[in-house]
């Protein structure tokens, strides 16, 4: 089947670094997502991967491997307002023929002083 | 001024009640998306629309309706609203020209059906 796997809560000090591991099962692959969400505010977008390796973004990075169906999120310095949940979702599409971009239910990070 | 918007931001509603979820978009992105949000579940495929002809069928359909009325509109509809169809709903968009075709999120409605 199709899954998506990654911890349900996390919890981190601030200025420190964090690292949100997603492991994935998928039909096809045709990229990786991470995404940023606020208690009750929609997804925004952090990161896109769909070659192995790490991308950097100021303060955050996120990794792929393909072959180990694995990525993850690194968040370096953190702040306060990095406390949301953090959604991994990696697209199939188009190999499975319908679009789907298939969601994992996301890891709550908390950060504390 | 926000890029996505979604209306009404929260309703709540009874059983067999037909509601219309609006969403409008301002990027000038093509593709248009419906998904719901439950706690613990990850983000749903409800339906989605790659232009204004074309209408394709989610991964979670039965009971729901959409109508693409211009590039910019994408409304969802629940013709007898059942209470397992309380949840977060969300509307997003995507330009295929950009290399990634990332999906850009609405605030959302809280949808509550009694």
């Known amino acids: 089947g199709q899954n998506i796997d990654q911890p349900t809560e996390m919890t981190a000090t601030e200025g420190a670094i964090v690292q949100i591991n997603c492991t994935y099962q998928t039909s096809g692959f045709n990229g990786l997502f991470w995404y940023q969400q606020h208690a009750g505010e929609a997804p925004t977008f952090l990161s896109y991967n769909v070659l192995d390796g790490l991308e950097e973004k100021g303060r955050f990075s996120s990794f792929l491997s393909r072959s180990k169906g694995y990525s993850y999120l690194l968040l370096k310095e953190l702040q306060m307002k990095d406390s949301a949940s953090y959604l991994c979702?990696?697209?199939?599409?188009?190999?499975?023929?319908?679009?789907?971009?298939?969601f994992g239910a996301g890891t709550r990070l908390f950060v504390k002083a | 001024d926000a890029d996505v918007t979604q209306t009404p931001r929260n309703r709540i509603t009874k059983t067999g009640k037909r509601i219309m979820l609006e969403c409008s978009q301002t990027k000038g992105h093509d593709r248009m998306y419906w998904y719901r949000q439950d706690p613990g579940l990850g983000l749903r495929l409800i339906y989605y629309s790659f232009d204004v002809k074309d209408i394709n069928k989610g991964e979670i359909s039965d009971g729901y309706s959409v109508s693409r009325q211009a590039q910019a509109k994408f409304s969802l509809s629940l013709e007898s609203a059942i209470p397992n169809q309380t949840a977060l709903y969300f509307c997003?968009?995507?330009?295929?020209?950009?290399?990634?075709?990332?999906?850009?999120f609405g605030p959302g409605t809280r949808l509550t059906v009694l």
């Open positions: 979702a990696v697209r199939d599409w188009p190999y499975t023929g319908g679009f789907k971009t298939i």
């Open positions: 997003a968009t995507s330009d295929p020209r950009q290399f990634t075709d990332t999906q850009y």
